[in-house]
């Protein structure tokens, strides 16, 4: 079995073991229906009335099926070191799974399509992962993490309990061991060890492990990552959408601002959305700016600020 990292979903592998031996195949690909409009993003699959795959497209401008690979495969071990080998050999390929491999056996050898009909969210992409996480937010959650049938195994450092203080307001959010909250945390997903300051209000957001967020300050449909330090009163996804980020306008166009590692943001300072700010960027690779436009992009230790796109009026 080969496993792709990038999805969250929950399956029993041994029934798509099964199905692949019941059907004698080479290799087994578990596919997934999407939206038309959502299937360019990923290796889609044409397949015959017994699933058997007889065309496979790696990321099609214009796709032809809305069924596509989840990166989940099951190979017969000599198949798959036979096209692996053929494949370092050969001239001009790129070496890549999706491109060069799967094409290569579907069109020499028998492979199937094992429908899945579970919960399945790709996360790579920032919209998406984006998604994945306001997700386990629903009531009830479509991906449940309290299923005690079904238990989800992480990786877990020892804390102690989040605590939550008394002027301190939480409301529709997951909020991990070793939190400490002082000010108001709505619709968002908090890792371990997040502190958030008096009167700071957290909204809409992801906030990854040992991240502080100082009093007064405003985090606000944002992905902030590990161990960044907001001073006081600073505002992190301010005004409108008007424009995607420069450096990044595919990946970051829909108002979501992000934050790397260890990255630490000035006091006042009013960041706006599709926003990126570089790992590791420091107070003074902001230059003393009192505002980071929307579309805009701060980069560590070169106090270059990115100007951002904007959209025609008429867009």
Same mark, same amino acid.
């Given at each position: 079995?080969?496993?792709?990292?990038?999805?969250?979903?929950?399956?029993?592998?041994?029934?798509?073991?099964?199905?692949?031996?019941?059907?004698?195949?080479?290799?087994?690909?578990?596919?997934?229906?999407?939206?038309?409009?959502?299937?360019?993003?990923?290796?889609?699959?044409?397949?015959?009335?017994?699933?058997?795959?007889?065309?496979?497209?790696?990321?099609?401008?214009?796709?032809?099926?809305?069924?596509?690979?989840?990166?989940?495969?099951?190979?017969?071990?000599?198949?798959?070191?036979?096209?692996?080998?053929?494949?370092?050999?050969?001239?001009?390929?790129?070496?890549?799974?999706?491109?060069?491999?799967?094409?290569?056996?579907?069109?020499?050898?028998?492979?199937?399509?094992?429908?899945?009909?579970?919960?399945?969210?790709?996360?790579?992409?920032?919209?998406?992962?984006?998604?994945?996480?306001?997700?386990?937010?629903?009531?009830?959650?479509?991906?449940?993490?309290?299923?005690?049938?079904?238990?989800?195994?992480?990786?877990?450092?020892?804390?102690?309990?989040?605590?939550?203080?008394?002027?301190?307001?939480?409301?529709?959010?997951?909020?991990?061991?070793?939190?400490?909250?002082?000010?108001?945390?709505?619709?968002?997903?908090?890792?371990?060890?997040? %502190?958030? $300051? &008096?009167?700071? +209000?957290?909204?809409?957001?992801? =906030?990854?492990?040992? @991240?502080?967020?100082?009093?007064?300050? /405003?985090?606000?449909?944002?992905?902030?990552?590990?161990?960044?330090?907001?001073?006081?009163?600073?505002?992190?996804?301010?005004?409108?959408?008007?424009?995607?980020?420069?450096?990044?306008?595919?990946?970051?166009?829909?108002?979501?601002?992000?934050?790397?590692?260890?990255?630490?943001?000035?006091?006042?300072?009013?960041?706006?959305?599709?926003?990126?700010?570089?790992?590791?960027?420091?107070?003074?690779? %902001?230059? $003393? &700016?009192?505002? +980071?436009?929307?579309?805009?992009? =701060?980069?560590?230790? @070169?106090?270059?600020?990115?100007?951002? /796109?904007?959209?025609?009026?008429?867009?």
């Amino acid at each position: 079995m080969v496993l792709s990292g990038d999805h969250v979903y929950r399956m029993d592998y041994r029934r798509m073991l099964d199905f692949h031996e019941q059907r004698g195949a080479d290799a087994t690909v578990a596919v997934f229906e999407v939206p038309l409009d959502e299937a360019n993003r990923f290796g889609t699959l044409i397949t015959d009335d017994r699933d058997r795959v007889v065309a496979f497209e790696e990321k099609p401008a214009k796709p032809r099926s809305t069924l596509i690979s989840m990166g989940i495969y099951v190979f017969g071990k000599d198949v798959l070191q036979e096209r692996l080998a053929e494949d370092a050999g050969a001239k001009g390929s790129s070496h890549d799974f999706g491109h060069d491999i799967i094409p290569a056996i579907v069109g020499r050898d028998r492979v199937y399509a094992y429908r899945f009909h579970g919960y399945w969210q790709d996360v790579g992409t920032i919209d998406s992962y984006w998604d994945a996480n306001m997700g386990l937010l629903d009531e009830p959650p479509e991906f449940d993490l309290y299923d005690p049938e079904w238990v989800i195994h992480t990786r877990s450092e020892e804390r102690p309990p989040a605590r939550i203080v008394y002027e301190a307001r939480v409301s529709r959010s997951l909020v991990s061991h070793g939190c400490v909250i002082h000010g108001t945390v709505e619709h968002s997903v908090l890792s371990p060890g997040v %502190f958030v $300051g &008096a009167g700071a +209000v957290v909204r809409d957001s992801i =906030i990854m492990t040992d @991240t502080v967020i100082g009093p007064g300050a /405003v985090v606000d449909r944002s992905i902030l990552d590990k161990e960044i330090q907001v001073e006081r009163g600073a505002v992190i996804g301010f005004g409108e959408v008007d424009s995607p980020n420069r450096m990044e306008p595919q990946r970051l166009t829909s108002g979501i601002t992000v934050v790397g590692k260890r990255a630490h943001v000035p006091a006042g300072v009013h960041v706006g959305r599709n926003v990126m700010i570089d790992a590791g960027v420091q107070v003074s690779d %902001f230059g $003393g &700016a009192p505002n +980071v436009a929307s579309g805009a992009s =701060i980069l560590a230790h @070169t106090s270059e600020l990115v100007a951002p /796109v904007r959209r025609p009026a008429t867009a």
